[in-house]
């Protein structure tokens, strides 16, 4: 087979045939990556709130 045909034709016809699942998977493991960033720094903000208020008095039995 010649070089073209393995790096050039291949993958070509891999994007044509495929290309509308792996633009679907991309678009879902990217907006499941930011709900998961998202719900870390949201509990990552809880707890500095709560810590904040709570007060450096208060006792460490609360984890």
């Excluded at 034709?9 to 045939?17: E, S």
Aim: charge should be positive; proline fraction near 3%.
């Amino acid at each position: 087979m010649p070089w073209w045909v393995k790096w050039v034709a291949i993958p070509a016809l891999v994007l044509v045939v495929f290309g509308g699942l792996i633009t679907s998977v991309l678009t879902f493991v990217v907006a499941l990556l930011f709900k998961v960033l998202l719900f870390v720094a949201l509990v990552a903000g809880l707890v500095y709130v709560v810590r904040k208020f709570k007060g450096s008095a208060g006792s460490r039995e609360d984890w």
